[in-house]
C-alpha cells in the first residue's frame, strides 16, 4: 500500500511559490522507494496466536509491467481525511468505479482517494498528482482478490470549470490459483515417532484449507494459517507456532505458489490440578468430575469436556480450565476457576405436550445434604395424564466416575382405559462419561390397577402386581453434536432379572434395545430409530405394569395417543404386553432463506410399532407425517401433524429437546 508522509508537509507546500515546491516534489520523489517488479521472498517468525494471525508475505514474480514509481503526497491536516469509509459532507469530486461487483465492492469500500475528497481547496495539479498515485493503491487491493495481473484506467472527467469526476475502470484479469502447497514442520512433531504425531501431521496436510485449484485470496491464505495452527495447537502442542510462511505469485501464469513451517514446540503432558474457587464443597469433587490424569498428553478438547462437565454438573456456575504454554512441559499444571452455585435453588416449571397438555412443576434441589454430603433432587409434577411426585439422591462420584444413589417415586397413569399408580425404589450405582452411561441397581416396583367405570380387566392382564429385580442399563452416544446433531448414532441397552412378590412368586427377565442412526444428506439428513423390548416369564406371573409395555405417542409412534398401543382384551380395554418393537424413519431437511439454512426444518415421517403378549403376534401399526423443527435456545421443537393409519385419524404432536 502507498504510505502518506507527514500532513504538515503537504499543506506548507501549496503556499510555497512554484520553484519551491518543484523543489520539494523531486525531493519526496527521491525519498520514495520504488517497488522492484521481483522482489525476494521475505518470511514470517514468531506470529501471533491463531486469532491474530498477521498476514503472510506476497511475492510477485514474473511481473509483465511494473506500476509506476510512487511519489508520496503528505497526508492533509488531521481532520481534514477521514476512513476510506467515510462520507464527507462536503466533498472536492466525485468517484466512479467501472469493474465486477466483487472488486467495485473491495475499491468502493477501500479506496485511498477516497479520503482526500474531503480536501475541499485541491488545485488541479494536485488532484492530477493524486490520481497517479491511486493507481498503485488499486493495483495491492485488487491483488488481496487474487488478480495479479489486472488493466487499470484511473482518469478524470469533466471539464476545468466543472466538478470533477475521478473514473476508476478496472478489469482484473485472470483469477490466480493454487499451484502447490508445502507444509512442513520443525520441532517435536516432526521428530516424534509417536504415532499420533505422525496422524495430526497428515491431518494438518488433510485438512488444509487451499489445496491446488483453489482460488487464491488474501482472507483465504489468512484463513488456512489460522486454521492450520489451530490444528497443532488443538492437541499436544499449545505452544505451536507458525514459523515460516510464504506466497509466491506467479503472474503471467495467474498461479500461486504456497509454502509454510509449523513449529510445534515440545510435547505437554498435563500435571497437578490447581483449583480456585472452592468453599462450600468437597475439594475432591473437582478433579473427580474433570477427569483430567496427570500424566496424560495435552488435548483441548478433553480440556473443554472437562469444563463441560463441571459446568453442567449443577454444582458450579462457571468453570474454566487453563493450560499455561509458558509452564513446564512435562508437568503442565492445569488450572481450574470454579464459581459455586448456591447450595439450594428451587425451581418453578410449566410446559405443555399434546400427549398430557398442560403442566407445572416445582423441583427443589439441595447439593450438599447435612451429615452425608450428598445431593439431594426433589420434584413434584402436576398434569393430567402422569402427575409424579419423586426424590434422588446421589453422591458425589469416586476416582473411576462412580456414584451411588437412591430413588423413590410415585406415580399415577391415565391412559383413558386404564389408572396405574405405581411406586418405585432403587439403590444403585451409576456411572456417567463422556459417551457412555451404565447403571447397576436394585429396584422395587409396585402397580396398583384399575379400569375405568364400565370396564373389567383382570389383575393379570391389567399389569397389577409388584415386583424386585436387579439391572444393568448401558447407553452409549456418539452423535457429533446435542443437542442437534446432523450424524452419528446412539445405542442402548437393557438387562434385568427378577422375582415378583405376593402369594405366587414368579421368576422374570427383561431386556431392551433401542438405537438411533443419523445420516447425513447433501440436503439435510436421514434418521432411523429402532427399539424392541421382551419380558420373558410364566404366563400366570403378575408382572406389574410398570415393568410391561405399551407405546404411542409424541416420542414413538406418531399418529396415536399416549400408550394408544397395547394389547386388545376382550372387553375393549388396551392393556400392557410382554413384547414391543417400534421403529421410525425420518427425512429431516432444512428450509432456506436466500439459499441459506435457516434455524427451521421440514420433516417427513413414517412410524410403526406394535405390542402382543407373543413375538409372533406382533403387528405394526402405522403413523405417517410431517412436521417441523425449529432450533430453539433449549433443544429442538418439534411440530408433527401424523396420521394413524390404523384409527384413520390425525393427531398434533408437540415435544421440545433431544433426548437419548
Known amino acids: 500500500m502507498t504510505h502518506f508522509r507527514s500532513c504538515l508537509a503537504w499543506r506548507v507546500a501549496r503556499n510555497l511559490p512554484a520553484a519551491a515546491l518543484a523543489l520539494l516534489l523531486a525531493c519526496a520523489a527521491v525519498a520514495q522507494p520504488v517497488a522492484p517488479a521481483a522482489p525476494s521472498a521475505p518470511s514470517d517468525s514468531s506470529p501471533p496466536p491463531p486469532s491474530a494471525t498477521n498476514p503472510a508475505p506476497i511475492t510477485q514474480t514474473n511481473v509483465p509491467a511494473p506500476p509506476m514509481a510512487s511519489v508520496a503526497p503528505p497526508a492533509t491536516p488531521a481532520g481534514a481525511v477521514g476512513p476510506t469509509q467515510a462520507e464527507p459532507e462536503v466533498t472536492a469530486f466525485d468517484i466512479e468505479v467501472k469493474a465486477p461487483p466483487e472488486v467495485r465492492s473491495l475499491l468502493e469500500r477501500h479506496l485511498e482517494l477516497r479520503r482526500y475528497r474531503a480536501v475541499t481547496d485541491l488545485d488541479d495539479a494536485e488532484l492530477a498528482r493524486l490520481v497517479v498515485l491511486a493507481e498503485r493503491n488499486v493495483r495491492n487491493l485488487v491483488g488481496t482478490l487474487g488478480y495479479f495481473s489486472p488493466t487499470i484506467s484511473i482518469v478524470r472527467e469533466g471539464a476545468t470549470s466543472q466538478r470533477p469526476t475521478i473514473v476508476v475502470a478496472v478489469d482484473p484479469g485472470e483469477l490466480t490459483r493454487i499451484r502447490t502447497v508445502a507444509i512442513g514442520f520443525s520441532g517435536d512433531i516432526a521428530q516424534s515417532p509417536d504415532a499420533d504425531a505422525a496422524g495430526q501431521r497428515e491431518g494438518i496436510r488433510r485438512n488444509w484449507r487451499l489445496p491446488p485449484g483453489q482460488r487464491f485470496t488474501q482472507d483465504n491464505w489468512d484463513g488456512a494459517k489460522t486454521q492450520a495452527l489451530r490444528d497443532l495447537v488443538a492437541r499436544r502442542y499449545p505452544a505451536g507456532r507458525l514459523e515460516t510462511s510464504l506466497a509466491d505469485i506467479d503472474a503471467p501464469a495467474a498461479s500461486a505458489d504456497l509454502s509454510l513451517t509449523l513449529d510445534s514446540g515440545p510435547l505437554y503432558r498435563l500435571g497437578p490440578m490447581q483449583v480456585t474457587g472452592i468453599q462450600r464443597y468437597d475439594p475432591e469433587l473437582v478433579p473427580r468430575l474433570a477427569r483430567l490424569a496427570p500424566g496424560s498428553v495435552y488435548d483441548q478438547n478433553s480440556l473443554l469436556e472437562a469444563q463441560q462437565r463441571l459446568a453442567s454438573s449443577g454444582y458450579f456456575d462457571s468453570a474454566t480450565i487453563l493450560v499455561d504454554p509458558d509452564s513446564d512441559p512435562q508437568a503442565a499444571p492445569v488450572q481450574v476457576t470454579v464459581r459455586e452455585a448456591l447450595l439450594q435453588k428451587v425451581v418453578l416449571g410449566v410446559g405443555i405436550t399434546t400427549d398430557s397438555g398442560p403442566r407445572a412443576s416445582v423441583e427443589h434441589t439441595h447439593h450438599r445434604v447435612p451429615g452425608i454430603g450428598w445431593r439431594a433432587v426433589t420434584k413434584l409434577q402436576i398434569e393430567r395424564k402422569s402427575p409424579f411426585a419423586q426424590t434422588e439422591w446421589t453422591d458425589i462420584p469416586d476416582d473411576d466416575g462412580w456414584r451411588w444413589g437412591f430413588l423413590g417415586r410415585a406415580e399415577r397413569l391415565d391412559d383413558d382405559e386404564l389408572i396405574t399408580r405405581a411406586q418405585r425404589l432403587r439403590f444403585g450405582k451409576s456411572q456417567a462419561g463422556d459417551r457412555i452411561d451404565r447403571n447397576v ?220
Do not use: C
Open 441 to 660: 441397581y436394585l429396584q422395587y416396583d409396585r402397580a396398583s390397577v384399575q379400569a375405568l367405570p364400565g370396564s373389567t380387566i383382570s389383575a393379570s392382564d391389567s399389569g397389577d402386581g409388584s415386583a424386585i429385580s436387579g439391572n444393568y442399563v448401558w447407553t452409549g452416544r456418539y452423535f457429533d453434536s446435542t443437542p442437534f446433531p446432523s450424524k452419528g448414532y446412539g445405542l442402548g441397552a437393557e438387562l434385568g432379572g427378577g422375582v415378583t412378590l405376593g402369594t405366587d412368586r414368579k421368576p422374570f427377565v427383561r431386556t431392551a434395545v433401542r438405537w438411533l442412526g443419523i445420516q447425513s444428506l447433501t440436503r439435510g439428513r436421514i434418521a432411523l430409530r429402532a427399539e424392541a423390548a421382551a419380558v420373558v416369564a410364566a404366563d400366570s406371573a403378575r408382572i406389574p405394569g410398570t415393568l410391561l409395555f405399551r407405546t404411542g405417542g409424541d416420542s414413538t409412534v406418531r399418529g396415536y395417543g399416549y400408550r394408544d398401543i397395547g394389547i386388545q382384551r376382550a372387553n375393549g380395554v388396551t392393556g400392557p404386553g410382554r413384547y414391543m418393537a417400534v421403529g421410525s424413519v425420518e427425512w429431516q431437511r432444512p428450509m432456506l432463506k436466500n439459499g441459506l439454512p435457516t434455524e427451521w426444518e421440514n420433516t417427513f415421517f413414517i412410524d410403526a410399532g406394535s405390542v402382543a403378549e407373543r413375538p409372533k403376534d406382533l403387528k405394526p401399526q402405522v403413523g405417517i407425517g410431517t412436521g417441523v423443527r425449529w432450533r430453539s435456545p433449549i433443544g429442538p421443537l418439534q411440530i408433527d401433524l401424523a396420521y394413524g393409519v390404523q384409527p384413520k385419524k390425525f393427531r398434533l404432536h408437540m415435544s421440545v429437546g433431544f433426548v437419548f
